[in-house]
């Protein structure tokens, strides 16, 4: 971990409390002074400054920006800070990987999934119709609790508190610039078949199949090739357990140790090596309201409550141009 950043010291009214590096990028988390709000925001920039990573951070900003949801990570405005380029975003309090270091819920696997699929909707609506890199580490969460005294309410399942969006789409609608070359993303244990080179799959709808292998992780505690989801989302997985991945994709077997016959065909479905026979995300949503009404009726309600109610406040505020301020 290394929480310095000259260039973004320039301009944060605060201090670095953390960061989160992945492949290209990294995350810097500030608290603001106290007469600062928001008191903590995010800042993510390119691990290094050259002309082809410039272009593409602001590429990725100008997408995000499009996407008008409750459910995607909001970003403010792209900060210029000498030569180096900052996303400007929502501070969140964690990501799914997070919460799925312990088995969840039946409650809190319905309750994560229709926020989650309800972004996967939106996004599809807006700019993004390839995220590439769905997982459970770009899906962050805030948690409510803090922010509202008395949330969640004596009635509501905990797992209310938890406001899920998706975030990171450095490599989304990378397949649509090129079909070739484009169909890289994704982590190993959510890359679908179509990621992988040299093979025969025709149609592109990652995502889809990402969504699958979440949903079984959340709903079974399982990855769907049978080993439990602790050990699969652990880091440098492929070394510890030897899986091929490809080979699992392109035809090993789907492990869904669920006893909803309806859960298990749609993940069943969603994990098709054929691209084009994975539901839609309306399908998904859809299938999971009605399971969960047949479950909880009133967690479910709750849930449709929210979804509804941000679902109106952001067509009356629709999004912007981007702002860029420059230093």
Known sequence: MNLSSPTLSIVIDGTIIDDFSGNSGVVYLVQNRENVYPRRIAYKTCKHATDDSISLIKEEAEK???INSRYIVPIYYMHRVLNEYYICMRACNGTLMDLLNDDVCEISAYVYSLQIIKGLVDMNKSSIIHHQDFNPQNILYEDMSLLFNGFPSVDM????RYRMMIS????SNYYL?????????GKFPFKAPE????????????????LGVLLCILFSNKHPCGHPAKEMLRKNIRNRYKINWEKW???GDRVIDLKNNEIRDLITQLLSVEPEKRPSYDQCFNIIKSEFEKINKEQCGFSLFYIDYFDGLHDEWPREQLKIRVN
């Open 249 to 251: 994709a392109l035809s």
């Open 195 to 210: 990621q992988y080179e040299f093979n025969n799959v025709d149609g592109f709808y990652p995502d889809k199949f990402a």
């Open 64 to 66: 995000w920006n499009l």
């Open 177 to 185: 610039k090129n079909n070739v070359e484009g169909k890289a993303g």
């Open 168 to 171: 990171d789409f450095a490599m």
């Open 157 to 160: 399942h905990d797992s209310h």
